[in-house]
């Protein structure tokens, strides 16, 4: 059964960086381009930065220059660097696995939280 798993949330102080990880699991995964969304309390959803099966990337305007996503294909893994953290970047952050060769699909990790609090 495909899987992906998120770790690295936690409490962290304004100004202070953090590193998130998702490890995929019976996907192919270099077919798949990854994503990291997030989600506060009361609010949707929303894109936060995404990677391509060629490493293309693409930010959110409010983590542009703070945020770096990167992938490792051969550890299954996709990152997220979070640098400069402020307190509206707490949220449920979630990977997000999509492949657009052969069948279509979509998987979601079950989320990790960060808190960017004093």
């Known amino acids: 059964q495909a899987q992906l798993v998120e770790s690295g949330g936690g409490l962290v102080q304004p100004g202070g960086s953090l590193r998130l990880s998702c490890l995929a699991s019976?996907?192919?995964?270099?077919?798949?381009?990854l994503g990291w969304y997030r989600q506060a309390p009361g609010k949707q959803r929303e894109l936060v930065a995404t990677i391509t099966r060629d490493d293309t990337t693409n930010y959110a305007d409010s983590v542009k220059g703070r945020f770096t996503i990167s992938r490792d294909n051969a550890r299954n893994s996709v990152y997220l660097q979070m640098n400069s953290l402020k307190s509206e970047d707490t949220a449920v952050y979630y990977c997000?696995?999509?492949?657009?060769?052969?069948?279509?699909?979509?998987?979601w990790g079950q989320g990790t939280q960060v808190t960017v609090s004093s």
């Open positions: 019976e996907i192919a995964f270099s077919l798949y381009n």
């Open positions: 997000n696995a999509n492949k657009r060769i052969g069948i279509t699909r979509d998987y």
